[in-house]
């Protein structure tokens, strides 16, 4: 459950392209989980600059909330490249390293167009 003025940012991200900033304290991981629940479902959705406590973080909140399992999934220097291939083409979300999606994306693993919707956490 989201605070009124969670709701209102979720509101307002889902009309355009937006950028949110929120200072520590006001459930920045609460909304995080509610957009990754919002558009992982269609799309393909890559959030980057994360650390493993904030991943893990939210991918508890989306797990103890979402009736539809739409879990992230870390993507690491341990992923395989054949295994990230892989993830790309379908929906869902996605924790990825920012040297991982730049090689990634140079090297054509990803198609750009693959991608629904780019989350920069702490930018």
């Known amino acids: 459950m989201v605070l009124g003025f969670q709701h209102e940012i979720l509101e307002e991200v889902s009309k355009d392209d937006t950028m949110v ?23 393909l959705v890559l959030v980057l600059n994360t650390t493993q406590e904030e991943e893990l973080n939210v991918i508890e909140n989306i797990r103890n909330d979402d009736e539809e399992n739409i879990v992230p999934v870390i993507v690491n220097s341990e992923t395989p490249a054949s295994r990230r291939t892989s993830l790309y083409t379908k929906c869902g979300c996605l924790f990825i390293r920012s040297r991982i999606l730049t090689i990634d994306l140079l090297t054509n693993r990803i198609p750009p167009n693959s991608v629904g919707g780019l989350i920069i956490y702490s930018a």
């Open 21 to 43: 900033v929120l200072a520590t304290g006001l459930g920045l991981q609460k909304v995080l989980a509610h957009l990754i629940r919002m558009y992982a479902s269609t799309k």
